[in-house]
């Protein structure tokens, strides 16, 4: 069904389009969004991320790559929004929190702005593969085909992009401890 509908894409069919961007457009959201950590900008990046799927699309050689290859779009378009010269910090938006039962609303709140500090001091590129192998629960293989990468090169990434986190999360404890209190 969804090849039939971007071969119809492909040669026009804006309404074969609106059905396959339909759907589409909530997960490249979602992804755009994890990287940036701004509704604004991710929506930004989603709108141009389906402009260049409209306008490239004939030329997509293999539409049983469609997913992959509207990732891999809105992903450089996400990784673009946030090299940008925009303000760093992203408005506060309160958002829905489903918390454990029976655990510290207050614990969870603090571990989560906590998280959120550390992957903002990630770059683009590290919180890219990050987001689509944890948020998107991609292979390695799938994310190398979507950033355009070999296997290794998305290893390391991983890698690295893990270890900086873990880096920032115990810099900000120690920052904390130094100080004498816990916040």
């Not at 991710?42 to 389906?50: G, I, K, P, S, V």
């Amino acid at each position: 069904m969804q090849r039939e509908l971007v071969e119809r894409a492909r040669l026009g069919d804006a309404e074969a389009f609106s059905s396959l961007a339909g759907p589409a457009a909530d997960r490249l959201f979602a992804v755009a969004f994890r990287i940036l950590r701004d509704h604004d900008r991710a929506e930004d990046a989603t709108q141009r991320a389906l402009i260049e799927t409209w306008e490239h699309l004939p030329s997509l050689r293999d539409p049983d790559r469609f997913e992959a290859w509207t990732y891999r779009l809105v992903v450089r378009a996400a990784i673009r929004e946030a090299r940008r010269d925009a303000p760093w910090a992203a408005p506060l938006r309160l958002t829905d929190i489903e918390l454990p039962a029976g655990g510290d609303p207050a614990a969870e709140v603090a571990a989560n702005d906590e998280l959120e500090r550390a992957f903002r001091r990630l770059s683009p590129e590290h919180r890219a593969v990050l987001v689509l192998r944890y948020f998107a629960g991609l292979p390695e293989a799938k994310i190398a085909e979507i950033i355009g990468r070999s296997v290794g090169t998305v290893g390391s990434r991983l890698h690295y992009a893990t270890r900086n986190l873990r880096g920032a999360l115990e810099a900000d404890a120690r920052g904390v401890l130094m100080k004498g209190r816990v916040v």
